[in-house]
Nanobody
Framework: QVQLVESGGGLVQAGGSLRLSCVVS????????MNWFRQAPGKERELVAA????????YYVDSAKGRFTISRENAKNTVELQLNSLKPEDTAVYYC??????????WGQGTQVTVSS
């Protein structure tokens, strides 16, 4: 199994930055990709950014392009999400997610990001 622990959330003013971190432990050899999702109150959970664990190729939802950066450091089993130019609509609980071979997923407990206007 794989365990994920997020950190780095908090309260920031609009235009500010935060850096979220996800530490991965357990059977990391089964990981094919890592994702960051977010869920705002009353809304569905949405994919924000993704990174291929081996190649490092990335994907961003349109609202995140140019503002957020996902990265991974395989040696430290860490995935990070840099959040820049934050907007009030970015307020949500952010979740780290691992895609596992053959067909499974793991989730972290979530970290709250609150952006004040």
């Amino acid at each position: 199994q794989v365990q994920l622990v997020e950190s780095g959330g908090g309260l920031v003013q609009a235009g500010g930055s935060l850096r979220l971190s996800c530490v991965v432990s357990g059977r990391t050899v089964s990981i094919s990709g890592m994702n960051w999702f977010r869920q705002a109150p009353g809304k569905e959970r949405e994919l924000v950014a993704a990174i291929n664990w081996s190649s490092g190729s990335t994907y961003y939802v349109d609202s995140a392009k140019g503002r957020f950066t996902i990265s991974r450091e395989n040696a430290k089993n860490t995935v990070e999400l840099q959040l820049n130019s934050l907007k009030p609509e970015d307020t949500a609980v952010y979740y780290c997610n691992a895609e596992l071979r053959p067909r499974a997923q793991a989730w972290g407990q979530g970290t709250q990001v609150t952006v004040s206007s």
